[in-house]
């Protein structure tokens, strides 16, 4: 079992920044990929980011060169580093994980085994 915790969220103005970490305890271990999830009310789960087993991130294009994952493994945590955030990024964000061995790119929430409880992200405009 894999337990994660996010923290980070909050309220913030149009074209500010928040850092997102998501952290891991138990059964963690380098071979597994992990994701970023948002869901806004009446709105579907919809895939923000992801960095492979072998450490490669890639994004959704509504965030692309807006937002930056990053993973320190000696820490058992994943960032997302969010910049010039918008009105529309308002939601309730969820770090996923899953074991993977390969450098595979995962994009559906059903592709992931763990998830976070979520952190709300609120911008203003």
């Known amino acids: 079992q894999v337990q994660l915790v996010e923290s980070g969220g909050g309220l913030v103005q149009a074209g500010g920044f928040l850092r997102l970490s998501c952290a891991a305890s138990?059964?963690?271990?380098?071979?597994?990929?992990m994701g970023w999830f948002r869901q806004a009310p009446g709105k579907e789960r919809e895939f923000v980011s992801g960095?492979?087993?072998?450490?490669?991130?890639y994004y959704a294009d509504s965030v692309k060169g807006r937002f930056t994952l990053s993973r320190d493994n000696a820490k058992n945590t994943a960032y997302l580093q969010m910049n010039s955030l918008k009105p529309e990024d308002t939601a309730v964000y969820y770090c996923a994980a899953r074991y993977s061995y390969y450098s595979i790119a995962y994009y559906n929430p059903s592709d992931y085994t763990y998830w976070g409880q979520g952190t709300q992200v609120t911008v203003s405009s």
């Open positions: 960095i492979r087993a072998s450490g490669l991130t």
């Open positions: 138990g059964r963690t271990s380098s071979s597994y990929a």
